[in-house]
């Protein structure tokens, strides 16, 4: 079965630098996402992708964050200039076109700013 | 505002008792539903989805769910659990409204032996 795969699975790093999460979504899949999960709490939306554009944006996903689908199979989630509390971890999800299509997650990239 | 309500943040059962897991929404348009299980340090993995026509919809590892549009709920069950079913499930919505999904905060489960 086709699935959602992230690297690297986890990542430190230091506070102010910055840091690129990949994913490689589900080849036939049309939407991609980026979600967050602080340690034990809620999994919170960060952005949507559509047609090489953002879709829809939370209100985490500030100037700090920009995604990126650089060719036809990797997308990715830059973080400019790290801080402490952005110390998650972090999902992609991708989905087929159909509006009512559920999400396929990868396992994430746990990330960790020292 | 669109919500998600997860109301139970553990429940602890014993293995081959019955299990409901309650989910509670509020979403201007017409919902799309979905139950998620996390075993630790993974993924998010999905059980069940609901969009249209039978209000009881089954999915993987025996769990079923019924969407009550009345009650605004979409609750989880599964017959007889297994220690392996312990993990956090989520509930999560969609809508035609919006491209994004929110997430219930999850519940915890713990299966006693």
């Known amino acids: 079965e086709p699935e959602v795969t992230q690297t690297p699975s986890h990542q430190v790093t230091q506070m102010g630098q910055e840091v690129i999460l990949r994913c490689v979504p589900i080849s036939n899949h049309l939407y991609f996402y980026w979600y967050r999960q602080i340690l034990g709490q809620k999994v919170e939306f960060l952005v949507s992708?559509?047609?090489?554009?953002?879709?829809?944006k939370s209100e985490i996903f500030d100037d700090q964050f920009s995604v990126e689908r650089p060719d036809g199979s990797n997308f990715t989630l830059k973080i400019r200039s790290t801080k402490l509390e952005d110390s998650a971890m972090y999902f992609c999800a991708s989905k087929q076109g159909f509006v009512h299509s559920p999400l396929h997650f990868g396992n994430g990239t746990r990330l960790t700013v020292t | 505002a669109q919500s998600v309500t997860q109301p139970d943040i553990h429940i602890t059962v014993s293995e081959g008792a019955s299990l409901e897991l309650r989910c509670n929404y509020s979403y201007g348009a017409t919902p799309y539903l979905f139950w998620y299980v996390q075993s630790p340090g993974q993924g998010l993995q999905l059980l069940l989805k609901?969009?249209?026509?039978?209000?009881l919809v089954q999915g993987i590892k025996g769990f079923e769910a019924e969407f009550k549009r009345s009650q605004s709920s979409f609750n989880l069950r599964k017959p007889s659990v297994h220690w392996s079913d312990a993990a956090e499930y989520f509930c999560?919505?969609?809508?035609?409204?919006?491209?994004?999904?929110?997430f219930g905060t999850g519940t915890r489960l713990k299966v006693l032996a």
């Open positions: 992708f559509y047609n090489n554009e953002i879709s829809e």
């Open positions: 999560a919505v969609g809508s035609s409204g919006t491209y994004k999904y929110i």
């Open positions: 609901y969009f249209s026509g039978d209000t």
